[in-house]
């Protein structure tokens, strides 16, 4: 009996540190690995936002320079068709080309077939020399709004119109298309199939 003993307190011995390494050490060592997957966790989380930080902060910086892309592409294609604004910028450029007729009769909105925007085709006629006409079309090129030549007609204009005598001088008939990103042509638009109508010397 006495012989057996110190092989029993062994045995207890073992059955109480497989108990503590069950019931302390995995536990903790449980709580080690949750730790560590929560920080794992933690610092993806932190790169992330340190790239979405980096990110707003260059938008941030590229913010006036976005702000004036923003302005330019809303006076090229404006959110209402403005007609009144457009008639003024065609008159602008017909007397500082210095043609002596100009007429503009803008078309109803139309929105495209993907409804991003809508377009204004528009007729517009001028009639004198012909570097006039050709200073009208270089101002029209480079028009505030968005335009788009269609179709283009020169002719003498004592032959299609009666309005002017001098054999020198030209009439020009375009088809020019303009944009607005208003699809309804609602509050705000000035749409008309009547048109505007100007001369100028």
Do not use: H, W
């Not at 020399?129 to 028009?143: H, K, M, V, W």
């Amino acid at each position: 009996m006495n012989r057996r003993a110190p092989i029993i307190a062994g045995v207890i011995a073992a059955l109480v540190a497989l108990l503590a390494v069950f019931l302390l050490v995995l536990p903790k060592l449980g709580e080690v690995s949750t730790a560590q997957d929560e920080l794992q966790t933690a610092e993806d989380q932190e790169v992330t936002l340190a790239a979405q930080l980096n990110a707003l902060q260059d938008a941030q910086a590229a913010a006036p320079e976005t702000e004036q892309e923003i302005a330019a592409i809303d006076a090229e294609i404006p959110p209402t068709a403005d007609l009144p604004s457009l008639f003024r910028l065609l008159q602008g450029a017909a007397d500082r080309s210095a043609v002596d007729f100009f007429s503009f009769t803008p078309g109803t909105p139309v929105p495209n077939a993907a409804g991003s925007f809508s377009t204004i085709a528009s007729q517009v006629t001028v009639s004198g020399g012909y570097f006039a006409i050709d200073e009208f079309l270089f101002l029209l090129e480079t028009l505030p709004r968005a335009a788009k030549v269609t179709t283009l007609a020169v002719t003498p204009a004592a032959a299609a119109s009666t309005t002017t005598t001098s054999t020198s001088t030209l009439q020009l008939q375009i088809t020019v298309e303009f944009y607005t990103t208003d699809l309804s042509a609602g509050p705000g638009s000035v749409p008309g199939p009547s048109g505007v109508t100007g001369t100028g010397a």
